[in-house]
């Protein structure tokens, strides 16, 4: 059974940092892809960012370029988002995903095969 499992989701005052992890169990995910998303109530889930089985490929949203950076450890089957000068429109469930492709064929979700439960995040201003 797949399991992802985040954790370092919280509270943080704006300008702080925040370091997401999620780890995978359940298969072996060689060439896969990691990703996180986010959604706020009401709205679409949408990709954050994106990292490939090598880390040589990554993407980002516009929203959080220069100020997150993904990126994983294929021994632990972990991924991270490093989340730094949070702004209050980061504050979203943040979910990490898995697309058993070399490199999804699009950013929307639905091109992910698994899913974590999702960390809250919440910034103050």
């Known amino acids: 059974q797949v399991q992802l499992v985040e954790s370092g989701g919280g509270l943080v005052q704006a300008g702080g940092s925040l370091r997401l992890s999620c780890v995978a169990s359940g298969r072996t995910f060689n060439r896969s892809t990691m990703g996180w998303f986010r959604q706020a109530p009401g709205k679409e889930r949408e990709l954050v960012s994106a990292?490939?089985?090598?880390?040589?490929?990554?993407n980002y949203a516009d929203s959080v370029k220069g100020r997150f950076t993904i990126s994983r450890d294929n021994y632990k089957n972990t991924e991270y988002l490093q989340m730094k000068s949070l702004e209050t429109e980061d504050k979203d469930v943040y979910y990490c995903?898995?697309?058993?492709?070399?490199?999804?064929?699009?950013?929307?979700?639905?091109?992910?095969?698994?899913w974590g439960q999702g960390t809250q995040v919440t910034v103050s201003s």
């Open positions: 995903a898995v697309d058993l492709s070399t490199w999804p064929k699009s950013t929307n979700k639905d091109a992910y095969d698994y």
């Open positions: 990292i490939s089985w090598s880390s040589m490929t990554t």
